[in-house]
């Protein structure tokens, strides 16, 4: 399951209030709830809109919010692992900006 994880690219990405939702190159559609990626859920509209693939679509990166997500973990379901003391540092600095 792992090599087929890791094959997995994006082509595309969606964002909205409540949803991201990857597409990779093989058709599949992957959505998960944007509270799993608090610094996304914090974002502004023009902040989550502005992203670009990275590693030949391995992975998503949002550089207004210093955000990178892999594809590989959106298939397998994980949330984001960043701690509430670093996202509290996050938040303390956006709201600076």
Known sequence: MNSLVCAARAVTVQIDENVLTAEPADGRSISVPLVWYPRLL?????????????????????????????VENLLLGKPSGESPKSLQRWLEGQITR
């Open 42 to 70: 914090h974002g502004s509209t023009s902040e989550r809109a502005n992203w670009r693939l990275i590693g030949s679509g391995q992975g998503i990166h949002w550089p207004d919010l210093k955000e990178d997500i892999s």
